[in-house]
């Protein structure tokens, strides 16, 4: 299957200024020649295929979106390669432009002042997009973003939610073959996520726009990704599904049982599992799924034990992101590379 996007070593260094103190300070700067070299984006390689959504995630300053910034030709790298759609960013921005789209959560790419149809106007002049195309594609939108809600009013009048709306839409009107999105629902609330979750499911689906979706929110992966890559110190530390993720990283699942009364005086013999809480009659036993199913677990504990009601807990995506975090940051603490350069 043909790859949409391919990066190979790609590596993005900083130089960042260590500021000299003291008298006359501010102007000694100027002349100021001594750098720290940040590596932003550590030699990464992935490919990403026609029709995929990728989730993109880390903890802040991991290095995404300087990654992003790579793959949309905002920023030059400093080696390695990357092409999108088989253009190099960087050297061909404009024909590149035409096959991306982009949405940043943090900041709109449109005109603050100017009613939304008409930002929708001068793209459609922008991009060159012929009048049969256009059409169709704000009709699609209107619909599946009730776009008509707000169209007229100017964007610094609408709200969180129905930015990110005509945000997605604007990125998508000149029907782009790869979508970029950076955190596309940050800060709006559980029904408008879910709007733009699905609208974001359905353009893949059905138009087949390949996806990269950087966000913080778990949820977002869940519904919407197949893969998700994780980056932390520049470095891609996991590149998988994430049931694989689960099964890797996931280690234990709970079962919950409810006793019967007067049963808790009967202690629970249970050689893979172990009680990890208990409150009145419920008890949580965690589990290696390796090692015994919740299935066995239940028979063992019904031999001696009447069981009013069970219930198995997942690893939670989120519990298990936090610990690949936390241990990847203590393996960056030990190999932080910061050359002093005196140039
Ligand atoms: N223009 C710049 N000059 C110097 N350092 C930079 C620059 N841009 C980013 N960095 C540094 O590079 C690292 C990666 O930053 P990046 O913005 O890519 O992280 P991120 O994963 O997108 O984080 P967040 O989730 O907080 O947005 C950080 O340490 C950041 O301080």
Not at 17 to 45: C, Q
Not at 200 to 222: S, W
Not at 283 to 309: G, N, P, Y
Request: aromatic share 6%; hydrophobic share 40%.
């Amino acid at each position: 299957m043909e790859h949409v996007i391919e990066v190979r070593e790609l590596r993005k260094e900083f130089k960042r200024l260590i500021p000299k103190e003291g008298f006359l300070s501010s102007i000694r700067n100027l002349w100021n020649t001594n750098y720290t070299v940040h590596t932003a984006v550590d030699n990464i390689s992935f490919q990403v295929k026609k029709g995929e959504l990728v989730g993109y995630i880390g903890p802040n300053g991991a290095g995404k979106s300087t990654s992003i910034k790579m793959l949309t030709g905002i920023l030059v790298p400093t080696s390695g390669e990357v092409k999108v759609a088989g253009r190099v960013p960087y050297l061909e921005r404009k024909e590149h432009a035409k096959n991306i789209g982009v949405v940043f959560g943090q900041k709109t790419q449109l005109w603050w002042d100017i009613p939304v149809i008409e930002s929708f106007r001068v793209l459609k002049t922008i991009y060159k997009i012929p009048p049969t195309v256009y059409k169709k594609n704000l009709d699609l939108f209107r619909e599946l973003l009730d776009l008509h809600e707000f169209e007229h009013q100017p964007v610094r009048q609408l709200s969180l939610g129905q930015r990110m709306r005509a945000d997605l839409a604007a990125a998508l009107l000149h029907d782009p073959q790869i979508l970029f999105l950076d955190e596309p629902t940050i800060g709006v609330d559980v029904l408008a996520k879910e709007r733009l979750r699905a609208f974001i499911r359905e353009i893949n689906r059905e138009r087949g726009v390949t996806v990269l979706l950087t966000t913080h929110d778990m949820t977002d992966i869940e519904k919407l990704c197949n893969r998700m890559m994780i980056i932390d110190g520049g470095r891609i530390l996991y590149d998988g599904s994430i049931d694989d993720l689960k099964k890797r990283f996931g280690g234990e699942r709970t079962l919950i049982v409810e006793l019967d009364e007067g049963q808790l005086a009967q202690p629970l013999d249970l050689p893979h599992a172990r009680i990890t809480r208990q409150e009145g009659r419920r008890m949580w036993l965690a589990f290696d799924k390796d090692l015994v199913t919740a299935s066995e677990l239940m028979l063992q504990i019904a031999q001696h034990h009447t069981i009013r009601d069970v219930t198995v807990e997942e690893p939670e995506i989120e519990a298990i992101v936090r610990q690949i975090y936390e241990q990847g940051l203590n393996e960056k603490e030990e190999r932080e590379r910061v050359a002093v350069l005196d140039i």
